[in-house]
């Protein structure tokens, strides 16, 4: 059996960290021993989840005793105590494979594992903003990359290339975002879930799922609800997330007049039955590596209005609009607005979460014949 660790800085509720839980409740574990190691302990219900499953979840943040302090002293401690701790815990795992998830190559690099350890690396962001947001974190990869085996996983094929040409390799994979498509086979009607929001049936509901942060540009999507609200009063807003944005989101619906007719919702794992609630999704990112949020809202039938920064192959069915932001608000409202199409897919079984983790899998297992 092989020792298997995922590494990545805590299980809230964004794309990268719902891809690692299905990761860790769909991979066998008769092949491989599983852990999952966290920077901090963020309490959301990914963390109930894996723990009901008895999966092994390490927090670094548990062993850290001036963790949330915010004195310049503590968090100074803390910094450093992050590496100390990401190396003991990953020396004493000792994992045959490493798999890491968004920028922590610097902790692996620091923890000078043995030269057998496989790395396997996946990209969850727009690679143009790795050179400028994370520098040292490149040069991490670069040098574990010829220290280690290292298998480098994009999210789309445009990252495949970008990738290879960051790292000067030529094995970048391409791996889906899988989701759990049963999950939306039996998700609840929109009539009860609409009922236990306290939304009315008539409303006319605009959604978003993602983290509360600049980048996924709420701001923008509240500005098209107040316009939208204009044309028709009976309009809703369904904000579902968390971050660091959520109280200046918050002061924004109450200035556009929308505190009454939005609800913001946190740490919820209802996604499915949350989507079925809506009736248009909207996405006005800055910028994306893969939203599986958007891959979810087409398997639940809505319409999704997204920016340009939204890749192309998020695009599997009929139902996606693709708006530059430059484009004024009223556009996007008329973009909203429109009919919708009845939906169709396009190889809609690729994005199985069963088939993406059979893939992982093998790729698991081809990397010990190295």
């Known amino acids: 059996m092989l020792n298997l660790v995922h590494f990545i800085h805590g299980l809230n509720m964004g794309g990268a960290e719902t891809l690692v839980k299905e990761y860790a409740l769909g991979i066998d574990k008769t092949k491989f021993n599983l852990t999952v190691l966290c920077l901090d302990n963020l309490h959301s219900p990914y963390d109930t989840l894996l723990a009901q499953h008895k999966i092994p979840v390490i927090y670094l943040s548990d062993y850290m005793p001036f963790y949330g302090k915010k004195t310049f002293l503590a968090r100074a401690f803390n910094w450093r105590q992050y590496y100390y701790l990401a190396r003991k815990f990953l020396r004493r795992l000792r ?47 670069r040098e574990l990359i010829v220290r280690h085996p290292t298998q480098l996983i994009a999210l789309n094929e445009p990252m495949r290339r970008e990738l290879n040409e960051l790292f000067h390799v030529t094995n970048t994979v391409v791996l889906n975002n899988g989701i759990n498509l049963a999950r939306f086979q039996q998700a609840k009607p929109k009539s009860q879930i609409r009922r236990e929001l306290g939304i009315a049936q008539d ?75 809506m009736d248009r999704f909207v996405f006005p ?86």
């Open 95 to 141: 994992p045959d494979i490493l798999h890491v998830h968004l920028p922590l190559n610097h902790y692996v690099k620091f923890a000078a594992l043995p030269q057998t350890t496989r790395i396997f690396y996946t990209q969850h962001f727009d690679v143009s903003c790795y050179p400028t947001e994370y520098p040292k974190d490149i040069e991490a990869l």
């Open 203 to 277: 409303a006319f509901v605009l959604g978003h799922v993602g983290r509360f942060a600049a980048v996924k540009n709420q701001t923008f999507l509240i500005d098209v609800a107040a316009e939208i609200s204009k044309r028709n009063p009976n309009t809703w807003l369904l904000l579902v997330g968390a971050g660091e944005d959520r109280a200046r989101l918050e002061e924004k619906l109450r200035v556009c007049g929308l505190k009454n007719k939005a609800l913001v919702l946190s740490d919820r794992s209802d996604i499915p039955d949350l989507l079925s609630a």
């Open 285 to 370: 990112s800055v910028s994306e590596g893969m939203p599986l949020a958007l891959i979810e809202a087409q398997v639940a039938g809505l319409p999704c209005i997204v920016s340009q920064a939204v890749p192309e192959a998020a695009k599997i069915s009929n139902l996606l609009t693709f708006k530059s932001l430059q484009q004024p608000v009223a556009e996007w409202a008329d973009a909203v607005l429109a009919q919708a199409p009845a939906p169709q897919y396009t190889r809609l079984e690729e994005w199985d979460i069963a088939v993406a983790i059979r893939q992982l899998e093998k790729l698991y297992e081809s990397s010990t014949l190295f």
